[in-house]
């Protein structure tokens, strides 16, 4: 809950907001008498959160423009700007208006705005600080004007709000979203139609003077102007505020503009001033008037908030994480259970079809062993796959050739003994086509190229082996030329080696 002091020129009203309800805990007079029950009030509210709004006369306004620089930079000029202007700066602030780009350099406009009389609230800051309490900041009406025209829905990029508060008629002119200017203007007790023609006639002044300050563009365009009508008085209001060729007059309901800021219950008797205060409670604007001394005990309580709630985020993810983590022991366990289950009765299984098993003179254990070697044994071996698609990839350059057996072997050759590896032998068997029987020089010329082409690829010529062959005397043996023919081709043996990685 949040105390809301509503400052004005003559009372100050305490309201307490809380799920969008004003009501009012206490009211004070503007003298030394209001200070002194104040600081009663305060005295069992240590820790309490307060906000102050004012809604006075004495504002003043002045545009300047800085350099346009950011960070401490900016503080400083920002200050330095504050104290040449106003003698007291502990309730003045500065409303950045935007860049604006000079022929020399870029500028940031800024607002100065502080109070002609800042003495008024000193008792009362004072009296907040020695109470404890925490000062979540000084608001004016004006600044919590452009959040009252967006929640009013004010599209125009420029707009005028009206409204009757408690402490006078309050115009505030808002331009893209900032406040550019305000004034307040006492009041007395009116009848509806007085009143709706004293808003008419201060609306065209306030208009004709920002004309004059050049503030309005000259295009003669309107300037809108949204009036919160007070409670019942929208239609004295609608038939009073006729639009002009300066001023574009707009009407809202008073209860249509509670509905807006979110405010369901006030106490009775309560103006448009009701609508900032809500707005003060639930969103309250970055600018406000009061010092960082001021605010100090806010803002570690802020601060302390702040890790509070990264605690309890941190907390809850890790709730959720541990959550998570659970159901997913929850799911192992129940998967390993059913595992264990399963193996049991693959267990039971193995044992009634092993005792169906002859009796051997070893163990299961040991046999089991045997078999596991064995396939590793076999998975081992080489197989001839390799061999014989080599064999298959040469015999298509040589269609003469025809093969009638291949072996092959694993192991170490007799005919290599050097070898220190074993290796894969192949021995091929076949006979010579398209060759006359006699003609021993073409069947061996046709054989050697043949064996040739087969030592590639990482295979290697172990031997060959001819239907004839030439001793070392020079004789050619063999059944070449001879008087009986069969009509078979002569046959040969060719012998292929690869070691084994």
Request: proline fraction near 4%; charge should be positive; hydrophobic fraction near 40%.
């Amino acid at each position: 809950m949040r105390r809301l002091l509503y400052f004005t020129a003559d009372d100050h009203y305490l309201y307490s907001a809380s799920g969008g309800k004003l009501e009012l805990e206490a009211k004070f007079t503007g003298d030394d008498l209001g200070v002194s029950a104040f600081r009663d009030y305060l005295k069992d509210r240590r820790g309490a959160l307060f906000s102050v709004i004012a809604d006075l006369a004495g504002e003043d306004f002045h545009e300047e423009q800085v350099p346009f620089v950011r960070g401490a930079d900016r503080e400083a000029i920002v200050q330095r700007r504050l104290a040449q202007r106003y003698r007291d700066t502990r309730l003045a602030t500065a409303l950045s208006l935007g860049a604006v780009q000079t022929p020399q350099r870029r500028n940031e406009r800024l607002l100065l705005a502080s109070f002609t009389n800042t003495q008024q609230f000193a008792p009362w800051l004072d009296a907040l600080e020695e109470a404890d309490t925490r000062l979540a900041g000084v608001y004016s009406v004006p600044l919590l004007a452009p959040a009252l025209a967006a929640r009013l829905g004010a599209r125009s990029a420029r707009t005028l709000i009206v409204t009757a508060n408690r402490a006078g008629l309050r115009q505030c002119y808002v331009e893209g979203g900032r406040l550019r200017f305000a004034r307040l203007e006492r009041t007395i007790e009116m009848a509806p139609q007085a009143l709706a023609a004293f808003v008419r006639s201060e609306t065209l002044r306030l208009a004709q003077y920002l004309a004059t300050l050049r503030v309005l563009p000259r295009d003669g365009s309107q300037l809108p102007a949204l009036v919160v009508a007070p409670p019942g008085e929208r239609a004295v209001f609608e038939q009073t505020l006729v639009s002009d060729a300066r001023v574009l007059f707009q009407t809202v309901d008073h209860a249509q503009a509670r509905r807006a800021v979110r405010l369901r219950q006030a106490p009775q008797g309560m103006g448009s001033e009701a609508l900032y205060l809500q707005l003060a409670a639930r969103k309250a604007p970055r600018e406000q008037f009061a010092s960082r001394g001021d605010r100090r005990r806010f803002e570690v309580w802020r601060l302390q908030r702040g890790l509070v709630a990264a605690g309890l985020i941190g907390l809850a993810a890790c709730v959720v994480f541990a959550g998570a983590r659970w159901l997913e022991t929850a799911q192992l366990n129940v998967s390993a259970a059913e595992h264990q289950i399963e193996a049991a009765r693959a267990t039971e299984r193995y044992q009634r079809i092993t005792a169906a098993f002859p009796v051997t003179e070893t163990t299961t254990e040991n046999l089991r062993a045997t078999v596991l070697e064995f396939r590793r044994i076999a998975e081992a071996s080489p197989q001839p796959e390799s061999a014989l698609a080599h064999i298959s990839r040469v015999l298509q350059q040589f269609p003469q050739i025809e093969l009638q057996a291949v072996n092959w072997r694993v192991g170490r050759s007799e005919k290599r003994e050097a070898d220190t590896a074993d290796g894969l032998e192949v021995v091929l068997s076949g006979r010579v086509n398209a060759t006359q029987r006699s003609d021993y020089r073409g069947l061996t010329a046709q054989v050697q190229r043949f064996a040739g082409a087969l030592a590639s690829g990482g295979y290697q010529l172990v031997g060959t082996q001819l239907p004839f062959d030439i001793t070392s005397a020079g004789t050619l043996t063999g059944d070449i030329g001879g008087g009986r023919d069969t009509g078979e081709a002569p046959r040969f043996t060719i012998t292929l080696g690869r070691k084994l990685p």
